[in-house]
Nanobody, 125 residues
């Protein structure tokens, strides 16, 4: 079992920045590829970004590429999402998720075994 706890969400004006964190506990953190997903009201959960267990490789959805940065600190079992130039369309609940590391890069939520409870990000115009 892996437990994931997100933090760092909040209300920000368009153009602003936020940094999300996700702390993992339980099984060895380096066994897992990690990702961020988000879900806006009335919409399906969508992939945002993923990072390999080594932290060397990452992948982004086209909607956030160039504005968001995913990173991880394996010594702290923590995943991050740095979000810049935020837009009202980024408003959603953001979830971190863990998948077996061989599945790095998957954009399918069903490939991820463990999920956090989510943190709300609201961007005002």
């Amino acid at each position: 079992q892996v437990q994931l706890v997100e933090s760092g969400g909040g209300l920000v004006q368009a153009g602003g920045s936020l940094r999300l964190s996700c702390v993992a506990s339980g099984r060895a953190y380096t066994n897992y590829a990690m990702a961020w997903f988000r879900q806006a009201p009335g919409k399906e959960r969508e992939f945002v970004a993923a990072i390999r267990w080594t932290g060397v490789s990452s992948d982004y959805s086209t909607s956030v590429m160039g504005r968001f940065t995913i990173s991880r600190d394996n010594a702290k079992s923590t995943l991050y999402l740095e979000m810049n130039s935020l837009e009202p369309e980024d408003t959603a609940i953001y979830y971190c998720a863990a998948a077996p590391r061989v599945l790095y890069g998957s954009r399918r939520s069903t490939d991820y075994n463990y999920w956090g409870q989510g943190t709300q990000v609201t961007v005002s115009s």
